[in-house]
C-alpha cells in the first residue's frame, strides 16, 4: 500500500450518517475487519474486551431507541458494539498466561513475574482507574477497525450516542463482567447522505504536531 493510497483513504472516510441498508459487506472483506480487532493492541496484551456483532434485526431495532433514534443502527450493513472488562480478576489475567503458553510454547513458570506484575496493577488496582483504563483499551481496537474500514474503502461511523445501561440489558451483558461502552457502524454511505459532499474540518498540522528536540 503507498503513502497516497492511505493519504487518499485517509480523506475518504468521515463518520457516516445514513447507510444504504441494501448494501452488505462482503464476507471477505468481513473477515478482514474482524482481523483488525483481533491483532489490535492493548496494554500488556492483555485484551480486555469484547465485540458484539448484532446481526438480528430485532435486536437493532430495540438498540436503536436507546441510541438516539440514530438510523445507522438499524441501517448499517454491520453493527458492533465494543464492551470492555469492568473488573480485571486474578482468573482473567491467568486466562491471558494460559493463553501466552499455549501461543509460544514457553513454560508457565517463566511467566510468574509478569502474572504477579499484572494482579498487582490490575487485578488489585483501584476499581475505578481500571475501568477507565479498561475503557481506553477499547477505543484502541476501534481505532484499528475505522483505519482498516477506510482502506477498505467500507464506510464506518464511531458512536457513543447511546445508553450504555440500556444496552447492556438488551445485549445480556449484565451480571457478566463486560459493559458497553462504544459501538461502530459499517457498511456502504447512502446517495443522500450530504455529510459526504462537506470538506473535513481539521486543524492544520503545524497546529497539532509539535516535534520536542
Given amino acids: ?54 446481526e438480528n434485526p430485532k435486536i437493532r431495532e430495540q438498540l436503536k431507541p436507546v441510541s438516539w433514534n440514530q438510523t445507522q443502527v438499524t441501517d448499517a450493513s454491520h453493527y458492533v458494539v465494543f464492551a470492555y472488562k469492568a473488573e480485571i480478576d486474578e482468573a482473567f489475567v491467568q486466562k491471558y498466561i494460559d493463553r501466552i503458553v499455549e501461543v509460544r510454547g514457553v513454560p508457565a513458570e517463566a511467566l510468574n513475574d509478569y502474572k504477579n506484575m499484572m494482579i498487582n496493577n490490575l487485578a ?42 440500556a444496552y447492556d440489558k438488551i445485549l445480556g451483558l449484565e451480571g457478566t463482567g463486560w459493559k458497553s461502552v462504544a459501538t461502530v457502524a459499517l457498511g456502504y454511505r447512502h446517495s443522500e447522505d450530504s455529510f459526504q459532499a462537506l470538506k473535513k474540518v481539521r486543524f492544520a498540522e503545524e497546529q497539532l504536531i509539535q516535534y520536542v528536540k
Avoid: C
Fill in 124 to 165: 488489585k488496582g483501584p476499581e475505578e482507574k481500571i475501568n477507565v483504563w479498561s475503557q481506553r483499551q477499547a477505543y484502541i481496537a476501534m481505532g484499528f477497525l475505522l483505519e482498516t474500514a477506510a482502506l477498505l474503502k467500507i464506510d464506518a461511523t464511531p458512536m457513543e450516542g447511546f445508553d450504555p445501561a
Fill in 1 to 54: 500500500m503507498t503513502h497516497a493510497k492511505i493519504q487518499e483513504a485517509l480523506e475518504w472516510r468521515y463518520a457516516t450518517k445514513k447507510y444504504d441498508a441494501n448494501k452488505k459487506i462482503s464476507a471477505q472483506d468481513w473477515k478482514t475487519l474482524t482481523e483488525s480487532l483481533v491483532q489490535a493492541p492493548s496494554s500488556y496484551g492483555i485484551q480486555p474486551w469484547k465485540f458484539l456483532v448484532v
